[in-house]
């Protein structure tokens, strides 16, 4: 039996794994990259559904033992690291959401999620029209939660590109070895356009720069970011009709979005620009 040297757990539970399989909707005509596929215990069922299946498994050892499938792809290798439109086809296909053939199936590692979720977001959103990730039940909460005190900046990233829906808690003991909390099945629907016009640069640097220091005020944990893009921060809350004095978890997504464009529009220009 593998050993478990990345700090897995195990799904085995059958019940959770038909949950999962069903919530991702696969149909025959559907591309499915799975992450984290360990000992198999949803790649079959998703082999079964899908056209196709790319399991991208950091253990080799885990690898090399999943049971193979005519329309089973293993590529062994961290899924940071790797080009997924390399490994998902290029060029990325611009597409309808409703057309958009690949689907994201994942149990991800609870201490590597947030990256996991920023680079299937940042580089995939064109291909997947949905993700279906088992992560921490606290962290699941945060990334639906919005100008709430639960609200972090991977929030208003996500729900930047997608519209991310809780839809049911796994307990410990569906694991092996059991997590000391619970777990839940996030869905995320990528957007065919982001709801806010900020940019996606500009606004993912204000919401770490505001929720870097949280319990701070806008004007002061804004500031070092105008200081350093030498923008006017009092004129840009003035133009975005935002109080200085708020904190980070009191605005909304629009919020935010009229916040960076203002700011953007404060900057001093260059020497020799007019």
Not at 65 to 83: A, S, T
Not at 85 to 107: I, M, S, T
Not at 245 to 264: G, I, N, V, Y
Request: net charge positive.
């Amino acid at each position: 039996m593998s050993k478990r040297p990345l700090g897995q757990h195990f799904l085995h539970e059958k019940t959770a794994i038909q949950k999962i399989v069903d919530s991702a909707q696969i149909t025959p005509q559907d591309y499915v990259l799975e992450i984290g596929p360990g000992r198999g215990a949803i790649t079959g069922e998703l082999c079964q559904r899908a056209a196709r299946v790319i399991a991208v498994e950091l253990d080799k050892n885990l690898a090399r033992q999943l049971k193979r499938y005519p329309n089973l792809e293993v590529v062994e290798g961290d899924i940071l690291r790797l080009d997924l439109a390399q490994l998902l086809g290029q060029p990325a296909p611009n597409l309808p959401l409703a057309q958009r053939r690949w689907k994201v199936v994942a149990n991800l590692p609870y201490y590597i999620t947030t990256p996991i979720i920023e680079k299937l977001l940042l580089e995939g959103h064109a291909y997947f029209q949905s993700l279906v990730i088992m992560i921490q039940k606290e962290v699941a909460q945060r990334l639906q939660a919005l100008a709430c005190r639960q609200s972090g900046a991977l929030s208003y990233f996500v729900n930047y590109y997608a519209r991310p829906q809780i839809l049911f808690t796994v307990k410990p003991g569906s694991f092996s070895p059991p997590p000391q909390v619970d777990s839940s099945v996030l869905a995320l629907y990528p957007y065919a356009a982001p709801p806010v016009p900020a940019p996606a640069p500009a606004l993912q640097r204000l919401t770490r720069a505001a929720f870097a220091m949280r319990r701070k005020t806008l004007a002061k944990s804004l500031q070092g970011l105008a200081n350093s893009l030498k923008a006017d921060l009092p004129l840009a809350l003035e133009r975005a009709q935002i109080s200085g004095q708020k904190r980070p978890e009191e605005l909304t997504l629009d919020d935010f979005s009229r916040l960076a464009l203002a700011l953007e529009k404060t900057i001093a220009p260059k020497e020799g620009q007019e």
